[in-house]
């Protein structure tokens, strides 16, 4: 197993340095001037304001010397500075990271709780009424966009009651029942989303366990049908969705643009779209390659989980 | 040997099953999958309204009425009017054109590019696999909508530069995909067969492992499909994608119609109501479809 990880881990390096340079390259292929789209008045300046600007942001350097300098310093943990409010890039994302973090966690519990049990029953029920509407349940989840229903989910109850979401984001610790009012409704929305997929894959996996020999034998043994299907079918059905969902962060992750934006939470999705719409390109690139580190790492763990789970993996 | 020849000639004539014509394997697809014929059913309905757009449209979605701001829904404009007078209605029936041309495009182009990668990706293995894979992997560690987000801000905001942005990342997706089929397929004994006979490369990859993928590829363009067309409706709700005064239903939901939703909710419901449909038909009729083409998953 120590030599499987290993193996992974050293697979995943140049996975990153591969995804550095798709993040470096997408950042200098910017048509036009970076210095005059920043500061949008690029004609009031001199040829040597301008060449002052360019040195400090060191981009009078070769390509891959920048490209160089900018590695480093995400080694070192160092983004460089925002171009919009010259703060560190570390900075804003140390600032706005936990907030998304816990709109995944909550968004992610969401989608177990309605995932596991409509998986199970559109599986005992197969081509049923429930099934069909458990069906209908996920696809729907996977068809109507998220911003749409963020978008009803703050509408209407503020035209039927009056009710908002508070501007700013209140601390857990301050006021726990309006930091939760203000995270669950967009949880509850991701966190469909992400069931719809869960309840496709519980289902599938659930008809395919419970033709297997074992359950047969479970059921000849004289078991009860909810300990057949908790104990025995549940258990091995669940394996891959269990993994699958670490692969979810991504989609978390890419989600929290919209939701946070449409319920403005400043997390980190928001962030990186304001850095967009600010043309904040260190910003951008600094967030991007926090967002597809994470989907790595996350990636890793799912491969190792797979590996521990089913030791035929590691051997291969 | 005759005989057996003659019997199985004789067999194949009796046609112990009746011929199957177009009809009735559309009444068998209705019968047994009727999820997937309402999804079908919404697709043709969607395309049609894509098509004939023009024809149909009671305003012109670009037709500002300054007397009509947001009129509520009446027998005039039977989905009411938005913020600057234009017929709701008209909008949502030309936003059809703009998402279904979005999703064709992004479907031929990345599907198309990303099965052909795919296959030569596939066959000949070695170093130019090896380097495709490593970078499809690079690709693939990005959330799709962040990376769409970064390829659009570097191109410019417009709906052509969205349809790259989502066609990029279908190819990468539709590559890795179809690298596993051509892989499955080119152990077969056939392939060995063509080879042995002397089949040049290009003859083995058009009428051996070809045909053969096609299955997996319309699988994985059905649902590409509805997701391109979310992802361009998301960008465009973000201000990234259709820009104004073309109307598309992202757009229609974003932040210029949000200020009026409240006092005219009708703004929020109607194009998403739209988005939703085409991309529910879209998902119904290509799980239906996955359904048919792949034995494996049936009945799953």
Redesign the interface.
Do not use: C
């Given at each position: 197993m120590q030599q499987y990880i290993l193996r992974r881990l050293l697979l995943a390096i140049?996975?990153l340095l591969?995804?550095s340079?798709?993040?470096f390259t997408?950042?200098r292929?910017?048509?036009g001037d970076v210095i005059l789209s920043l500061l949008g008045e690029g004609g009031r300046l001199t040829p040597e304001e301008l060449a002052r600007a360019r040195r400090e942001l060191g981009l009078d350097k070769p390509l891959p010397l920048q490209y160089w300098d900018w590695l480093s310093g995400f080694v070192r943990l160092d983004l460089g500075n925002s171009l919009f409010d010259g703060r560190p890039v570390t900075e804003h994302i140390m600032l706005r990271f936990p907030i998304t973090f816990e709109l995944a966690i909550l968004a992610m519990i969401v989608a177990i709780i309605i995932s596991i049990p409509l998986g199970i029953i559109s599986a005992l029920r197969?081509d049923g009424l429930l099934d069909?509407g458990s069906?209908?349940f996920a696809?729907?989840g996977?068809?109507?966009?998220?911003?749409?229903l963020a978008?009803?989910a703050i509408?209407?109850p503020?035209?039927w009651w009056g009710l908002s979401p508070p501007l700013e984001p209140t601390s857990f610790f301050k006021n726990p029942t309006a930091h939760l009012y203000q995270f669950l409704l967009p949880a509850f929305i991701l966190g469909y989303r992400l069931s719809a997929t869960n309840i496709r894959m519980l289902?599938?996996t659930m008809?395919?366990v419970l033709r297997d020999d074992y359950i047969r034998t479970a059921r000849a043994k004289g078991l009860k049908e909810r300990v057949v299907v908790m104990r025995h079918a549940l258990k091995n059905a669940s394996i891959p969705v269990v993994t699958i969902m670490g692969t979810q962060l991504?989609?978390t992750?890419?989600?929290s643009?919209?939701v946070e934006?449409v319920f403005g939470l400043p997390g980190t999705g928001k962030l990186?779209?304001d850095a967009?719409?600010l043309?904040d390109y260190t910003v951008?690139q600094g967030t991007?390659m926090l967002?597809?580190t994470i989907?790595?790492f996350m990636?890793l763990i799912v491969d190792l989980t797979y590996g521990w789970l089913d030791p035929r993996i590691r051997y291969n | 040997m005759n005989t057996t020849t003659e019997q199985i000639t004789q067999l194949q004539g009796l046609r112990l099953r009746p011929k199957r014509n177009f009809v009735n394997s559309t009444l068998t697809f209705i019968r047994k999958k009727p999820l997937g014929a309402m999804g079908g059913f919404i697709l043709i309905g969607m395309w049609s309204l894509a098509i004939f757009a023009d024809f149909i449209v009671p305003y012109d979605p670009l037709a500002l009425h300054p007397r009509d701001k947001l009129i509520p829904p009446d027998s005039m404009y039977l989905m009411g009017t938005d913020y600057l007078g234009r017929d709701v209605l008209s909008r949502v029936i030309a936003g059809a054109k703009v998402s279904m041309y979005v999703g064709l495009m992004t479907v031929l182009i990345g599907t198309g590019i990303g099965s052909v990668l795919g296959q030569i990706s596939g066959y000949f293995r070695g170093t130019f696999d090896l380097l495709v894979q490593r970078l499809i992997d690079a690709i693939q560690a990005f959330p799709s909508l962040i990376l769409a987000l970064a390829i659009v801000a570097m191109l410019g905001p417009s709906l052509e530069n969205a349809i790259i942005a989502i066609a990029f990342l279908n190819a990468s997706n539709a590559a890795r995909v179809i690298r596993g089929a051509t892989m499955a397929i080119n152990e077969n004994q056939y392939v060995d067969a063509a080879r042995a006979l002397g089949a040049s490369h290009v003859r083995i990859l058009t009428r051996y492992i070809f045909p053969n993928v096609t299955a997996p590829i319309l699988i994985l363009a059905s649902i590409t499909l509805g997701n391109s067309i979310l992802v361009e409706a998301s960008l465009s709700f973000l201000g990234l994608g259709t820009q104004p005064p073309t109307p598309s239903w992202g757009r229609m939901l974003s932040s210029e119609g949000r200020f009026y939703m409240e006092i005219a909710p009708w703004l929020a419901i109607w194009p998403g109501v739209a988005i939703s449909m085409a991309v529910l038909g879209i998902n119904m009729f290509g799980d239906a479809l996955r359904d048919v083409l792949d034995p494996k998953l049936r009945g799953r």
């Amino acid at each position: 197993m120590q030599q499987y990880i290993l193996r992974r881990l050293l697979l995943a390096i140049p996975t990153l340095l591969l995804v550095s340079v798709v993040i470096f390259t997408i950042n200098r292929l910017i048509p036009g001037d970076v210095i005059l789209s920043l500061l949008g008045e690029g004609g009031r300046l001199t040829p040597e304001e301008l060449a002052r600007a360019r040195r400090e942001l060191g981009l009078d350097k070769p390509l891959p010397l920048q490209y160089w300098d900018w590695l480093s310093g995400f080694v070192r943990l160092d983004l460089g500075n925002s171009l919009f409010d010259g703060r560190p890039v570390t900075e804003h994302i140390m600032l706005r990271f936990p907030i998304t973090f816990e709109l995944a966690i909550l968004a992610m519990i969401v989608a177990i709780i309605i995932s596991i049990p409509l998986g199970i029953i559109s599986a005992l029920r197969q081509d049923g009424l429930l099934d069909y509407g458990s069906r209908l349940f996920a696809i729907a989840g996977l068809s109507l966009p998220l911003f749409w229903l963020a978008t009803l989910a703050i509408l209407f109850p503020s035209i039927w009651w009056g009710l908002s979401p508070p501007l700013e984001p209140t601390s857990f610790f301050k006021n726990p029942t309006a930091h939760l009012y203000q995270f669950l409704l967009p949880a509850f929305i991701l966190g469909y989303r992400l069931s719809a997929t869960n309840i496709r894959m519980l289902r599938s996996t659930m008809l395919e366990v419970l033709r297997d020999d074992y359950i047969r034998t479970a059921r000849a043994k004289g078991l009860k049908e909810r300990v057949v299907v908790m104990r025995h079918a549940l258990k091995n059905a669940s394996i891959p969705v269990v993994t699958i969902m670490g692969t979810q962060l991504a989609f978390t992750m890419g989600s929290s643009v919209i939701v946070e934006t449409v319920f403005g939470l400043p997390g980190t999705g928001k962030l990186v779209v304001d850095a967009i719409l600010l043309r904040d390109y260190t910003v951008v690139q600094g967030t991007v390659m926090l967002f597809a580190t994470i989907v790595i790492f996350m990636n890793l763990i799912v491969d190792l989980t797979y590996g521990w789970l089913d030791p035929r993996i590691r051997y291969n | 040997m005759n005989t057996t020849t003659e019997q199985i000639t004789q067999l194949q004539g009796l046609r112990l099953r009746p011929k199957r014509n177009f009809v009735n394997s559309t009444l068998t697809f209705i019968r047994k999958k009727p999820l997937g014929a309402m999804g079908g059913f919404i697709l043709i309905g969607m395309w049609s309204l894509a098509i004939f757009a023009d024809f149909i449209v009671p305003y012109d979605p670009l037709a500002l009425h300054p007397r009509d701001k947001l009129i509520p829904p009446d027998s005039m404009y039977l989905m009411g009017t938005d913020y600057l007078g234009r017929d709701v209605l008209s909008r949502v029936i030309a936003g059809a054109k703009v998402s279904m041309y979005v999703g064709l495009m992004t479907v031929l182009i990345g599907t198309g590019i990303g099965s052909v990668l795919g296959q030569i990706s596939g066959y000949f293995r070695g170093t130019f696999d090896l380097l495709v894979q490593r970078l499809i992997d690079a690709i693939q560690a990005f959330p799709s909508l962040i990376l769409a987000l970064a390829i659009v801000a570097m191109l410019g905001p417009s709906l052509e530069n969205a349809i790259i942005a989502i066609a990029f990342l279908n190819a990468s997706n539709a590559a890795r995909v179809i690298r596993g089929a051509t892989m499955a397929i080119n152990e077969n004994q056939y392939v060995d067969a063509a080879r042995a006979l002397g089949a040049s490369h290009v003859r083995i990859l058009t009428r051996y492992i070809f045909p053969n993928v096609t299955a997996p590829i319309l699988i994985l363009a059905s649902i590409t499909l509805g997701n391109s067309i979310l992802v361009e409706a998301s960008l465009s709700f973000l201000g990234l994608g259709t820009q104004p005064p073309t109307p598309s239903w992202g757009r229609m939901l974003s932040s210029e119609g949000r200020f009026y939703m409240e006092i005219a909710p009708w703004l929020a419901i109607w194009p998403g109501v739209a988005i939703s449909m085409a991309v529910l038909g879209i998902n119904m009729f290509g799980d239906a479809l996955r359904d048919v083409l792949d034995p494996k998953l049936r009945g799953r």
